[in-house]
């Protein structure tokens, strides 16, 4: 496969563009990270700059070449961190815990809601009914815990990953789908990036607009509620 990845250059995304690559498929990844491994076209992404000017060539008009060309697989795997919901997260706030972070909440909402949208509004033109468009959801969802109530920027942006994907998939051609990669915390990270590779490769037509668990290949009951 052909390979746009988000986020692929650290921790388990990291392992996963290796494991992508490893099994021969050819990866484009856009990072914040310092990430390298052969064969990986790596373009480096400061999410905390990023604006619409860094997808364009210029003089503005057309976009680069890396949003201009079809892909087999486009998967969304990156997250911008947001201090300003940490600090609305804290049991008291003070109008001084929030001058100044406004900008960087705002920064992080076009990372991690605007830039998948407008990815695939760039390469809609190239998908086919077989093309693959993927997000990376989170447990997180759908958790009612109160102490992940901290969370809860974290979790609404998952929230509009997998509804944003549940929309595409009622609008364009492609497999649209959600995967929930389950926590990556036990050690065995190998194990989960490979079952997210074979279920992402495992997956067909007939699977637009599901969101499945890693082990969607294996477990075919590995279907998460789809209304939000």
Not at 16 to 42: A, C
Not at 170 to 187: A, C, E, R, T
Request: glycine share 8%.
């Amino acid at each position: 496969m052909d390979v746009l990845l988000t986020g692929g250059g650290s921790k388990s995304g990291a392992e996963f563009t290796k494991n992508l690559t490893d099994h021969g498929h050819k990866v484009t990844v856009l990072t914040h990270s310092e990430f390298e491994y052969p064969g990986v076209n790596v373009i480096p992404t400061d999410w905390y700059t990023l604006n619409l000017d860094d997808f364009y060539k210029e003089p503005f008009g057309e976009v680069k070449e890396y949003l201009a060309k079809p892909y087999d697989l486009i998967l969304f795997w990156h997250n911008s961190q947001d201090s300003f919901v940490d600090e609305l997260s804290k049991n008291q706030f003070t109008y001084g815990d929030f001058k100044g972070k406004i900008d960087h909440h705002l920064q992080s909402e076009l990372v991690n809601t605007f830039l998948p949208f407008f990815i695939v509004k760039c390469l809609k033109p190239y998908f086919t009914e077989y093309t693959k468009i993927g997000y990376i959801g989170s447990g997180i969802i759908h958790d009612t815990k109160p102490e992940l109530l901290k969370y809860w920027g974290y979790k609404s942006k998952k929230y509009s990953w997998i509804a944003q994907m549940k929309a595409f998939s009622n609008s364009l051609p492609g497999i649209f789908f959600g995967i929930q990669p389950y926590n990556f915390k036990d050690g065995d990270v190998l194990r989960h990036v490979n079952q997210i590779r074979r279920t992402i490769e495992f997956l067909e037509p007939k699977h637009n607009g599901l969101y499945v668990g890693r082990n969607f290949v294996d477990n075919s009951n590995a279907i998460f509620p789809t209304e939000l």
